[in-house]
């Protein structure tokens, strides 16, 4: 895959979100139809996401008696990431994240969230390669800190290195305020080139 064949930042952001807003919209019917899911809602997108993740999907947790279930499916795209790696963002972060919400639609939450569940969609679905790591917002202009990404049971977040060791040295517990789950580490995003 040649990164370099979209320039960056040679699209307007309203261009952007049309195209990430396509890439949605097709990878969701695909997964859609090949898991037989009917019509499931779209999910909702916003393009306010900011900071090392490229894209981030989110869900509200709903209890049925003992049962829980997922709704509010939503999506956050980060637009400094797509002006750097526009091709990543399209083959890469919009299935990776339509992948976690498809995955809560199907078993509902509480799946780890890079599974075989998660795998499965990647590669039997969408025929790609079930890589964890987060495409990142890389900005070559600026000093970025490192970043830890946590999971609850209805989203993935990002932490600081100060709440990683605090966590770590087990001095704090962070809960996520949507879901109340205590968050768990997953993998730290590695440096900037
Ligand atoms: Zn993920
Ligand atoms: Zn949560």
């Known amino acids: 895959m040649n990164k370099m064949s ?8 309203e261009e952007a979100m049309r195209l990430i807003r396509q890439a949605v919209q097709d990878a969701w019917s695909q997964a859609c139809r090949h898991y037989g899911l009917g019509a499931l809602p779209e999910p909702t997108l916003d393009f ?6 490229a894209g981030q999907a989110g869900w509200r947790v709903r209890s049925l008696g003992r049962k829980k ?8 795209f ?4 797509y002006a750097l790696h526009p091709a ?13 919400l498809i995955v809560v639609a199907r078993f509902g939450p509480g799946c780890k969230p890079h599974g075989p569940e998660w795998r499965d969609v990647m590669e039997d ?5 079930p890589r964890r790591t987060h495409q990142l917002a890389l900005t070559p202009a600026r000093t970025v800190e490192r970043c830890f990404i946590y999971a609850c049971t ?4 990002q932490l600081t290195s100060i709440r990683h060791q605090r966590i770590r040295r087990g001095r704090r517990i ?20």
């Open 6 to 13: 979209t320039p960056p930042g040679s699209q307007t952001p």
């Open 48 to 53: 306010s996401l900011r900071g090392r993740m």
């Open 69 to 76: 279930q997922a709704q509010d499916f939503r999506l956050r």
């Open 78 to 81: 980060n637009l400094e990431a």
């Open 88 to 100: 990543d963002m399209l083959d890469d972060t919009v299935p990776h994240e339509i992948a976690h």
């Open 125 to 129: 679905c969408f025929g790609l390669a």
């Open 154 to 157: 209805c989203r993935e977040h």
């Open 174 to 193: 962070y809960t996520c305020k949507a879901c109340g789950a205590v968050l768990r580490f997953q993998e730290e995003l590695p440096d900037p080139i």
